[in-house]
């Protein structure tokens, strides 16, 4: 089984390593961010009162994972699930679609500690590594 870390998934590893790092070991080679996400913690190390390691701890972790880019399958599936709840009157907000969109287009479950976020998207495995 291979996974799509969400973007909180991301900062809270890089804000306390060693909570997450067993499961990162234990899945190494089979761990991918979206690009969405890495505008994300880029746009998180930019801010104004971001300590300068940030930066450098989110490009080292960057290099240890697979990141997707935004492709022809990935806004497909993200069409479909945006017209689904656009016609149901739900909505998930866009970034955290894109990011649900782009692990069901690959096949991957999605890491996240706001699976409330994402409980209306349907064909969308979670898993929260986070909570014990």
Known sequence: MSFLLDTDTCSVHLKRPSGLTSRLVQHSGRLHVSIITVGELMTWARRRSAPPRRL?????????????PVEEKVADAFAELRAGQLDAGRLTPSTDLWIAATAIAHGLT?????TRDYEQVPGLSLSDWVTP
């Open 56 to 68: 450098t701890g989110i490009k080292d972790f960057l290099r240890e994972v697979e990141i997707l």
């Open 110 to 114: 999605l890491v996240t500690h706001n």
